[in-house]
């Protein structure tokens, strides 16, 4: 990692809070231990002649600690959720992403705000989804890449079937429970270019906004 991009990273975990957004664009050779992702991925991404930029197929959200000031990223796979310093992660996005974007969250950070967060955390480290596996299915993992729908809100989730898909389903649970989007948008099935698109952005209540997009990493997708 250049010197440039450690500065870049360390500027901005003194500036991230808590509901700001992060999307990856993972190198597909990252996924083989997940082999049927890692098809897809590849065939998504580049089968079609796609040069693979721009494709973000997982998400995490910030959730800054009020009590020692350290951001962590919040994600979810189909397999565990993962909370990690924020600058740990982004500098571990080197070796397993070709692009990483910051998006800002515009809204008051009050302690009731803060507070609600740290309790959706402390749920879910403590809860099912700490360390059930779910086995997602090839239309699951299809409908990460599709960028069709991402005008329309997508269809309630049924139960647990939102976990595999990469992020998403947490970044809206965390939402819906600080109260930026209704609990019925926050359970749907959002994927992490759904929660890029305009029409999460129309979720958004209490004038939330989520703008200011930074490249946190950028480089080329192998």
């Given at each position: 990692?250049?010197?440039?991009?450690?500065v870049v990273i360390s500027s901005l975990t003194d500036n991230v809070r808590t509901?700001?957004?992060?999307?990856?664009?993972?190198?597909?050779?990252?996924?083989?231990?997940?082999?049927?992702?890692?098809?897809?991925?590849?065939?998504?991404?580049?089968?079609?002649?796609?040069?693979?930029?721009g494709v973000f197929d997982h998400a995490g959200v910030v959730v800054r600690n009020?009590?020692?000031?350290?951001?962590w990223l919040l994600e979810g796979s189909s397999s565990a959720v993962r909370l990690?310093?924020?600058?740990?992660?982004?500098?571990?996005?080197?070796?397993?992403?070709?692009?990483?974007?910051?998006?800002?969250?515009?809204?008051?950070?009050?302690?009731?705000?803060?507070?609600?967060?740290?309790?959706?955390?402390?749920?879910?480290?403590?809860?099912?989804?700490?360390?059930?596996?779910?086995?997602?299915?090839?239309?699951?993992?299809?409908?990460?890449?599709?960028?069709?729908?991402?005008?329309?809100?997508?269809?309630?989730?049924?139960?647990?079937?939102?976990?595999?898909?990469?992020?998403?389903?947490?970044?809206?649970?965390?939402?819906?429970?600080?109260?930026?989007?209704?609990?019925?948008?926050?359970?749907?099935?959002?994927?992490?270019?759904?929660?890029?698109?305009?029409?999460?952005?129309?979720?958004?209540?209490?004038?939330?906004?989520?703008?200011?997009?930074?490249?946190?990493?950028?480089?080329?997708?192998?």
């Amino acid at each position: 990692m250049a010197a440039t991009q450690r500065v870049v990273i360390s500027s901005l975990t003194d500036n991230v809070r808590t509901g700001d957004l992060v999307f990856f664009n993972q190198r597909c050779d990252s996924l083989l231990d997940a082999p049927r992702f890692a098809v897809v991925c590849a065939f998504r991404k580049y089968g079609l002649s796609h040069s693979g930029a721009g494709v973000f197929d997982h998400a995490g959200v910030v959730v800054r600690n009020p009590r020692t000031d350290v951001p962590w990223l919040l994600e979810g796979s189909s397999s565990a959720v993962r909370l990690t310093p924020f600058e740990e992660r982004a500098m571990e996005a080197a070796k397993t992403a070709s692009e990483v974007v910051l998006v800002r969250l515009e809204t008051p950070r009050t302690p009731a705000l803060e507070a609600r967060a740290q309790g959706y955390v402390a749920e879910l480290a403590g809860g099912e989804r700490g360390g059930r596996t779910v086995s997602p299915s090839l239309a699951q993992l299809w409908r990460v890449y599709d960028g069709s729908a991402r005008e329309s809100r997508p269809p309630p989730a049924a139960s647990g079937s939102a976990d595999p898909l990469f992020g998403a389903a947490l970044v809206a649970g965390l939402y819906a429970r600080l109260g930026l989007v209704s609990r019925e948008d926050g359970e749907r099935q959002w994927t992490p270019l759904g929660l890029r698109s305009r029409a999460f952005g129309r979720c958004l209540r209490r004038g939330a906004k989520l703008h200011g997009e930074i490249h946190i990493l950028q480089q080329s997708a192998r």
